[in-house]
């Protein structure tokens, strides 16, 4: 989702931005990237993603942010995230098209210089000659898409978008009687289009050199015959109008919570918002979809019981806003959690109540577990007041090829004064490490009604990835969520 007040694309968690938030962080909302990274990644609607942005003006001076910022990347160790050119990392395919998206700005000359320099300086002939991951060809298919002066911006959409051509003669058999033919008086210093000629004639669709040059049709390609670019060392040669962007047609933006936990014990103060001006909320709290004809939000409301909220907005002269779905459970009464080892602030379950929020982790959504790396975890649950206690269980997640294992060990402890613990149950764990999958184990231990108000978990790390491990002797994590009591 586009966060307009930060302007980047932000993770959410029931409604609500993910916080604190950290555009240069590498963690558990992105794939492999950042913000940085993937806020540039709507291919398929670009004048849609500029409009967003404040403008073509405002476009360009976040892209030449992208690629000229020194500030580095934090958060989790991502090797695929390399090939750095400010926060752009050619290592990575998140990060393929972005030099093409200058040909939608007012410096549309960068496309060139950009993909020229990646070219000469990101592939070699040598054993190290990749930037990075060469996952499905996809590093090569760069390279050979951007040597013919050409790429497809949007998969699954036939037309490209125009680069600088390597090589003086290209012939691409079409299996067609005519082959297609790129020729170029290409050089180091010749590497902007100055003009661009299909079959004899100007290519007059391809825009060249100007904003949203995506003239160029698969079924051009598909025909036979020839392309010629006639290239310059210098932008001042370039011709051309700029055409107009298309914009997308206005669509209200959806709304999101600006207060509002998921999980509460008395009440919870629900505010909503959109950052459509003039937008008006319409929401439901009984389980049906929204329409226009549903409540309209005004002021924060309050909710006592468990409740599924939903809400749209809509603005006269623009599309409706998808529809955003919240959760809310109530819990039966007030407990605490103190943690004696602290969990990663990349995988926090929505923070410290995360591991007794009712709310249980997913086996391939990483953020909604707490992750712990290196270190054992130990934690006390506090319920406030001595309870009758006859189950204690705590699920866990393995994931090997994510370094992600179960505990070796897990113990559960009660005690009434948080000094004197009395262990109820002790578990050496047997499953092997190398299970395939992503699963998840739930240590459970039943035992006959014990009074207590404190509840110890502690659950032993194996430290390490074994040897047989593409990581091996590197940190291990295990992941937790949710620790139940009944």
Known sequence: MYDIESGFMRGKKNSNWVKPFDPYEVSGIYTEANAWQYTWFAPHDIPGMISMMGGVSAFTGRLDTLFSTQAAITGRSQPDISGMIGQYAHGNEPSHHMIYLYQWSDKPYRTAALSRKIMKEFYTNKRDGLIGNEDCGQMSAWFVFSAMGFYPVCPGVPSYTIGSPLFDKITVNAHTKTPFVITADSSEKNIYVKQLLLNGKEFKSGKTGIPGGTGLQHQDIMKGG??????????????????????SSPVVMI?????????????????????????????????????????????????????????????????????????????PYKRDVYYTTKYSHLYTAGGDMGLIDGIYGEPNAFGSWQGFHGIDMNVTIDLHESRNISMIAA??????????????????????????????????????????????????????????????????????????????????????DEITVQ
């Open 395 to 480: 699920s866990f997640l393995q994931q090997y090829p994510s370094w992600i294992w179960l505990p070796e060990e897990i113990s559960f402890e009660i005690s009434n004064d948080n000094k004197t613990f009395e262990p109820v149950y002790n578990y050496v764990n047997t499953i092997p490490k190398n299970k395939d999958g992503a699963f998840t184990e739930n240590f459970r231990s039943d035992f006959p009604v014990r009074k207590a108000r404190y509840i110890r978990v502690t659950a032993k790390n194996p430290a390490v990835c074994p040897p047989w491990h593409p990581g091996a002797g590197d940190k291990a994590w295990i992941f937790v």
């Open 226 to 247: 020839n392309l010629t670019f006639v290239l310059s060392g210098d932008i001042k040669e370039l011709t051309g109008v700029p055409a107009p962007i298309s914009p």
């Open 255 to 331: 709304p999101y919570l600006v207060s509002g936990e998921k999980s509460f014990y008395d009440s919870c103060k629900v505010a909503m918002y959109t950052y459509t001006p003039q937008a008006t909320i319409h929401y439901t709290i009984d389980g049906s979809v929204p329409t226009t004809k549903s409540a309209i939000y005004t002021n924060p409301i309050y909710i006592t019981s468990t409740t599924i909220l939903r809400m749209m907005a809509t603005k006269a002269g623009f599309e409706a806003s998808a529809v955003e779905e919240s959760s809310f459970l109530k819990l």
